[in-house]
């Protein structure tokens, strides 16, 4: 039997063998691709190949490529653990051919594969092509497969297209019968291709792209038709180890099997036990991989999908398996373990993942605590029995982690019974709402103007020559854009968009903002706003014409903002160093994880799990201020992206990568890739410093810096402050510290002496207005009802512990006035709880204020806008709990 990484390796060498180049797997965090929160197919890092915008110097490629889909459009994380396939995390197998190979190669491939490679028996297979696909139906009957075995579907399953316009065509499917006997003619059938039930799936989708989509729906055949195929590598391990689910494979077996033996008790598959031992193994490889490709848990886009699939494995090891000490990051650890070969970037990681999963599983216990506190407080906002909105609580379990069980249980302790399954549709429906306006806010954010793609593919690649220089003349417009459309021309007073042949001005790429300046002819001028690159290899300029017209094949001189520029390449350089010192004062697991290379500062992020010290802050600053005094050379140089990464360049965050990369070094101390602009040598830099240290997400920090005029200004600026301090309050510089001190001690000594007063005033009664402020015998139960002023909520609170202290049985009601509104607080002694319970004396008082309350039996809170009738509702405090005292007596 193969193993899985056999399976995996056996498939990229037969078409290495076959003229492919073997290609790695990108990272789960799509490159320069904000239509994606991750990678969910083999074809998404030869998107710009395919449509044209990129060429690679192969036409024949095979990969193994890390995928997750989770969030956005393609989202499986509520279906895994249910079904025997559905994955966050899954490896795509592929072939590729740009314009080289199409039909015929590409389904001789595949069955050559199947049948005398991994020798799967002809007899199991079923061939699905597009309805009018006559030229593939021959084929798959000429390569081996028997007529009746070769199927036709409509374009919902037999049709693929990269979106709503562009590259787009047919597909052809193979599935696999898994029953027990093929001959069988009433379950290896036709009818169950596609259909009812799971013994026949698909394992592997051949994709023919051969026509461009308009807007208009007219299919316009490509010049150089291409191949992308994709074989999930858990089904075909699955099919070819015998097992009916993915989860029994060597995959994803022994993970299960893990978390069965830290729960210590036995994997049951149809158990609910069996169920989150699933959701578990899956959920820690896309743990891992994710982490392993810096993604980590956060609150926004692709950082807060991980955390929900984190917080759900988490969640479950907890309520179903019993595991109440942290054990997420033990699993996350094993998935290296089985998976570090064929991906040697887990084990690069091991230390970081094991951190941030811990910290991410520590971190779920208080926030589990949290949520059920933000559902005590959504329920109180509600009068007692009342179903709160399904979106309200929905947004509990998507943010906060607040176990939907555990929202029922809540519910029903307040008289709201629902049944289960209408509770369930009706919370999914809730969930799914929420979800679909987070996928179409990212859609919003993502669409690509379709301009640009048509540009992009008829003009090519804009030759940038901002290395050389900030100012170039001779350069040709290629095209104008106002709006989404080209135009012929743009005047005076418009903004729109120009495409140069040639171009001085640097495109924002790799956290570097793109460049601003001007363009202009001897009859006419534009300012350039910002430069962007909107497709790989395509420049546009977003311009105001302030004088004259510009139209296409105008020459023009092109010139950036110098002095603007050159603040820029002092922050690139020094974001570069920067990197290099906090590796080196911090440690090797310092990654970057994002930047921002502006003209007035910069900003870095990086994997770290603390805030940093003042002395690893002081310590950072020395190392890249010496090497700014250094004052040596910056070197660059084009090198192969492989002989590049050989020679210990490092490969930063986000960014997408050609054959050929440029190499930035600052000789002894840091080697980089890096596509934008920098000073000659590190003395331009001018001063260095940092002025902000935070966290962004967990296991990541956010450090923001400046340099040159920006520092020397903050200097000068701080010196101010200090010496106006140091005036004020007459006292040295070196002694301001101390000073501060001081004054602040004094403060808090006052402000504790205030507090004190007036809870002394509060409990003595000096600040009583209630003519019923003494304590009265209500049904046997003794209760003390007070309005005070001068304390706010916590002092409310410490005065009622006080009073019932002193009444030591009874009943202690209270009451104050601020900023227009009223508010009451009851508690209730331990004696009396099962009589008299807080929560509903406040839930009968604070409707006479026109607003609603609720809490525990001994202490609960409320109020409402009407605070004139503050007195009324503390007078009618004693008849409510009379009611109550008088009830429970005639009860007992």
Known sequence: MMTGHEIRET???????????????SPLLPANDPTLLFANAGMNQFKDVFT??????????????????????????????????????????????????????????????????????????????YETDDEAAELWVKAGASPERVLRFGAKENFWQMGDTGPCGPCSEIHYYQGPDPHDPTKNRAELVNGPGDETIEIWNLVFMQYDRSADGTLTPLPAPSVDTGAGLERLAAVLQGVRSN?????????????????????????????????????????????????????????????????????????????????????TDKVVEMMRGPYPELEAARALIERIVKSEEERFGATLSTGLQKLEALLATVPYGEMPDYKELARLYDTFGTPRDLIRVSLEERGISIPEDEFNLR????????????????????????????????????????????????????????????VAALHAGEEGELVLDRTPFYAEAGGQVGDTGVIVTSRSDARVLDTQAPVSGLIVHRVRVERGEFKAGDEVTAQVDEERRNAIRRNHTATHLLHAALREVLGAHVKQAGSLVAPNRLRFDFTHFQPLTAEEIAEIERLVNDQILRNVAVQTEIMPLAEALRSGAMALFGEKYGERVRVLTVPGFSKELCGGTHVRATGDI???????????????????????????????????????????????????????????????????EVEELRLKLAA????????????????????????????????????????????????????RRAEGKASLLVRVSADL?????????????????????????????????QAEKLQEALSASYAVIERLAKTASAQG
């Open 427 to 486: 919370f999914e429906e809730a969930l799914g709402e929420l979800q679909r306006a987070s996928a179409r806010s990212v859609d919003a954010r993502a669409k690509t103007k379709e301009v640009y793609a048509r540009l992009a593919e008829r003009l090519g690649r804009t030759e940038f020559t901002g290395y050389e220089g900030t100012r170039l003349a001779g350069a040709r417009i290629v095209a104008l854009i106002r709006g989404d459309e080209e």
């Open 833 to 865: 709880r099962s009589t008299i319970q807080a929560g509903q004396v406040i839930r009968e008082l604070a409707p006479i204020l026109g607003g609603r309350g609720g809490g525990r039996p001994d202490l609960a809170e409320g109020g409402g806008p």
């Open 11 to 25: 498939f990229l060498r037969f078409f290495e063998e076959r003229g492919h180049v073997r290609v790695p797997s």
């Open 247 to 331: 989860f029994d494979t060597d995959l994803l077996r022994p993970l299960v099997d893990f978390a069965a033996e830290l729960a210590g008790r036995p994997y049951v598959a149809d158990s609910h036990e069996g169920f989150a031992m699933r959701v578990i193994a899956d959920h820690a490889r896309a743990t891992a991989f994710s982490i392993a490709d810096g993604i980590y848990p956060g609150n926004e886009g692709r950082n807060y999908v991980l955390r929900k699939i984190m917080r759900r494995a988490i969640y479950h090891g907890r309520h179903a398996l019993g595991l109440d000490r942290p054990f997420f990051h033990r699993v």
């Open 52 to 129: 044209g915008v990129e060429r690679r110097p192969y036409k024949r490629a095979t990969s193994a490529q890390k995928c997750i889909r989770a969030g956005g459009k393609h989202n499986d994380l509520d279906d895994v653990g249910k079904t025997a396939r559905h994955h966050t995390f899954f490896e795509m197998l592929g072939n590729f051919s740009f314009g080289d190979y199409f039909k015929r190669e590409a389904i001789e491939y595949a069955l050559d594969l199947l049948l005398n490679v991994y020798k799967l028996p002809l007899e199991r297979l079923w061939f699905t092509v």
């Open 764 to 815: 003595g009664g000096a600040t009583v207005t209630s003519t019923d402020g003494e304590v009265r015998d209500c049904g046997g139960v003794r209760v003390l009802v007070r309005e005070v002023s001068d304390l706010d909520a916590s002092g409310l609170r410490q005065l009622s512990d006080t009073l019932l202290a002193r009444l030591k049985s009874g009943v202690v009601v209270l009451g």
């Open 686 to 752: 001018g001063p260095f410093k940092i002025v902000r240290d935070e966290a962004v997400a967990s296991g990541t920090r956010r450090v923001e810096a400046i340099t040159g005029t920006e520092a020397i200004a903050r200097f000068q600026e701080d010196e101010e402050l200090v010496n106006a301090l140091a005036s004020e309050l007459r006292t040295a510089r070196e002694r301001l510290p101390e000073t501060v001190e001081k004054l602040q001690e004094e403060l808090r000594r006052a402000r504790r």
